[in-house]
């Protein structure tokens, strides 16, 4: 049987891909003019995300996955959802507590900036997945529309043959709505952004006791991340998992807020 992509699907991927550069854009101009932060925090969160997570934390895993630990580690879903969770939450929020202390020391007297930051953090990581991710499986359903299929897997090295297969068989199984599910993913992600963008920016101005909201920003950015892994595995339904996260991102947000404003940071 010959494997297509369906038109539907295509439009759906063509949306995600649009929505991955709206989020950012759309998200950038609300936030900055609703809080007054700067376009530089706003960057400084972009580049925080490319350099700790898709640099420094990809790379570790590259190391630590392919090793006897990692073989472990990927064959037993508590310990995957825990251990991404953990790398997470361990990269991203020590690169914002890195870039409040130094690249934007100056920029902490306007509180603003942890908003902006955190649309800059949720906003670029929106575009890789989306924008990016999504240009890479338009392009295999073009492969697989046009009848190239078979002629690029036979010239591809035997060891990246199975990943492509594998790429193009969920990619022909997979319905078009599923693509707009994407989208609704990555809004419950930004707001889990924002949020803890405000918790570590709390921890580094207010310094002194006030820094145990780093380490709790971690956690709780590992318990997201951990449980939608172990949620979607052990319960199998994807919608049931989004709507979990989507919650859980909410929650995270209003103890945010209301830590906000008991530490009486400006809004």
Known sequence: MKMHVSTAALVMICTAMAA???IPVLLFLFVRKKSGGSAKAFFVGCGVMFLFVMTLESA???VILTSPAGAVIRGNVWLYGL?????????????RFLAFRTVL???RDNDGNAWTYGAGHGGFE???ILSLNMLNTLIYAVIVNAGRYEQILAILPEDQKAVFAESIQTLTATPAPMYLLSILERCSAVIL???LSLL???AVKKGGKKLFYYPLAILLH???DSVMVIFNELVGNVFLTEALVFVDAVLVMVFALRRWKEEKIST
């Open 193 to 195: 952004q924002m949020a």
């Open 60 to 62: 570790l895993h590259g």
């Open 83 to 95: 251990y991404g969770g953990f790398m997470a939450g361990l990269f991203e929020e020590s690169g």
């Open 126 to 128: 929106a575009f890789s």
């Open 105 to 107: 020391k100056k920029e």
């Open 200 to 202: 570590v920016w709390i």
């Open 222 to 224: 590992m318990l997201t």
């Open 20 to 22: 991955g550069v709206l």
